[in-house]
């Protein structure tokens, strides 16, 4: 059974036209202009209304002129401007932007800071929207994605970036490092009309490949409007002569989108009749026809050699992402995530198995001499590279305050984190001279950032009021094992010298100060008593070092047997 296939670039449109963002956006824009015809007083203007706050832009006189270039980030370095040098990625260290853009940027860079430090701190009680028509709205895209890198998502919500005729802001490597993070991309929303010859202003069929849109588009013009986000096909319908009005116009005379906004939402909430088309066999293909016809790309019902061309990769295009979105629904990472969960659950079985030997898993795994242990072994190597693939994909996309990571995901990580952890430690520690796990550069990347992740989200939480039922700090068993090597230094007498006692005694002290503040903020499982476990080893060996008579906070909670009653 096959099913229909249509494009939802309608839909979304008249989803656009009748929100009251995009009319109060346009709103501002107008204000701006009142109170600065030329915009040579200030560059933007704050307004506030209830629980919303606007951020308007202006186009100074003349800033169109000539300045339809790309400037490189290596060039802005150069010039010692790094504050967009945010939007990096590993993958991706280099792009591009409208000279005209950077130029208004930098030369209103002390007021644009100090707007920015204001709307962060207003973030946290209000939605923000930054708005700009023309040259303006390419200054508002990129203070947006500046604003982005101070924000904590997880705390406040998004910026709507909402321009209006406005050109495009950079080249591909800037959409590929904004796109490379769904959560910054979703953040832009660009009006453009056929009749404004300004979006289209540095582009051409020969030299249209320099620029690149990001976000997405409301294409509109008098029959109707659409929506997009492919890249590709927004510039093809950017580049395409389809306005001989728009040709003729003057692009430093602003087009005024009021009337065409207000008489889009008629038309949407009237549910007024998109162009007809002639009957169409493949509602994919008719539902591209009658797109092209409500943004005023395609002026006659018989689409000539050149339209069938891009509806034919317009169809292509849509084919592909449903054939994506099918691959990702069948096999998405919140599967791969709850598979993951499922191996992770089998080491709490191997966890109980090992508390028979009054030892821990920890022990049981570094003996590697029970049966279970080859199961193990493979489900490890299954949850390490699922991990590391995560966090490295997560690493690459655009950094912000708090967690990159989604709650759900983070936590998953950290179970992962301090269940895992502890067995390749164990795997180090058997190894010849090894030692100093945790600050010797041998500790894994991923473990490493799923912590510091971790501690990003819990700062400030409650102490907890029983022991956790895994050591919150999954190097602990690191430290054990660097606490037991110095007990053996100090027993090997003859070959230390009296200054490195003091230091290998100041180390166990410190360790000692590390277990007594684990053990009073519940930290560390009750598991690291057991009789025959590493941790007891070490008690044992740093009590013949110290005597029976050593008095401190630990030494006694250990002599009093107090740790029996730690559950």
Not at 167 to 184: K, N, R
Not at 274 to 299: C, H, K, M, Y
Not at 342 to 355: G, M
């Amino acid at each position: 059974m096959t099913h229909n296939q249509f494009s939802s670039g309608l839909e979304s449109a008249n989803l656009v036209v009748t929100s009251d963002p995009v009319h109060q956006a346009w709103s501002a824009i107008e204000k701006q202009k009142q109170i600065n015809p030329n915009a040579e007083l200030t560059l933007c203007n704050i307004t506030q209304e209830s629980n919303l706050t606007i951020m308007a832009f202006g186009t100074p006189l003349g800033s169109l002129h000539e300045e339809g270039g790309l400037v490189s980030s290596s060039t802005l370095k150069a010039d010692n401007f790094t504050d967009l040098e945010l939007l990096f990625t590993k993958s991706n260290q280099s792009f591009s932007i409208n000279q005209a853009a950077i130029k208004l940027f930098r030369s209103n860079y002390d007021e644009l800071n100090r707007k920015k430090t204001e709307l962060i701190e207003l973030s946290e009680t209000s939605l923000i929207i930054i708005t700009g028509q023309s040259v303006g709205g390419s200054v508002a895209t990129l203070f947006t994605l500046w604003l982005l890198k101070g924000l904590d998502l997880l705390k406040t919500k998004r910026p709507l970036c909402i321009t209006f005729g406005s050109p495009l802001v950079g080249d591909e490597h800037l959409g590929q490092c904004v796109s490379q993070f769904a959560t910054w991309k979703s953040c832009f929303l660009h009006v453009a009309s056929n009749q404004d010859p300004t979006p289209k202003l540095f582009l051409t069929r020969n030299t249209s490949g320099a620029y690149k849109p990001f976000g997405l588009f409301l294409l509109c013009s008098s029959s109707g409007c659409a929506c997009s986000e492919d890249p590709d096909l927004i510039l093809e319908q950017l580049v395409t002569p389809n306005s001989l009005s728009a040709q003729n116009q003057d692009p430093n005379i602003e087009f005024s989108y009021g009337q065409v906004l207000e008489d889009l939402k008629h038309k949407a909430l009237c549910k007024s009749s998109s162009p007809s088309i002639e009957r169409e066999r493949d509602p994919l293909q008719a539902s591209f026809v009658t797109q092209l016809l409500a943004i005023g790309v395609l002026t006659q019902q018989q689409p000539d050699t050149e339209m069938k061309n891009l509806i034919r990769r317009m169809k292509k295009h849509e084919t592909e992402l449903l054939i994506q979105k099918k691959k990702k629904k069948n096999s998405g990472s919140d599967k791969k995530l709850n598979k993951m969960k499922t191996c992770l659950a089998l080491f709490e079985w191997y966890e109980k198995e090992s508390n028979f030997l009054n030892a821990g898993y920890y022990d049981m795994y570094k003996k590697q001499c029970n049966p279970s242990d080859i199961n193990v072994n493979e489900y490890k190597k299954r949850l390490l590279y699922f991990w590391e693939d995560t966090v490295t994909e997560v690493e690459n996309k655009p950094q912000m305050e708090g967690s990159p990571l989604e709650v759900r995901w983070l936590w998953a990580g950290t179970n992962y984190r301090r269940m895992i952890e502890p067995l390749h430690i164990a795997e180090f520690y058997k190894k010849s001279g090894a030692r100093n796990y945790k600050n010797g550069g041998k500790r894994p990347k991923h473990f490493i950032l799923l912590e510091q992740w971790l501690e990003k989200e819990i700062e400030g939480l409650a102490k907890r009021q029983m022991p956790a039922s895994l050591n919150e700090d999954s190097c602990f068993w690191a430290h054990v094992e660097d606490a037991i090597i110095l007990c053996n230094l100090l027993n090997n007498g003859e070959s230390v010298t009296d200054a490195e006692k003091v230091t290998y005694k100041e180390e166990l002290k410190k360790f000692e100060d590390y277990v007594c503040n684990a053990i009073d903020n519940y930290t560390v499982a009750p598991r690291i008593f057991l009789e025959k476990g590493t941790f007891m080893r070490w008690w044992k060996e740093y009590k013949g070092i110290v005597g029976s008579a050593y008095s401190s906070q630990l030494a006694d909670y250990m002599n009093s047997r107090t740790y029996l009653k730690y559950k």
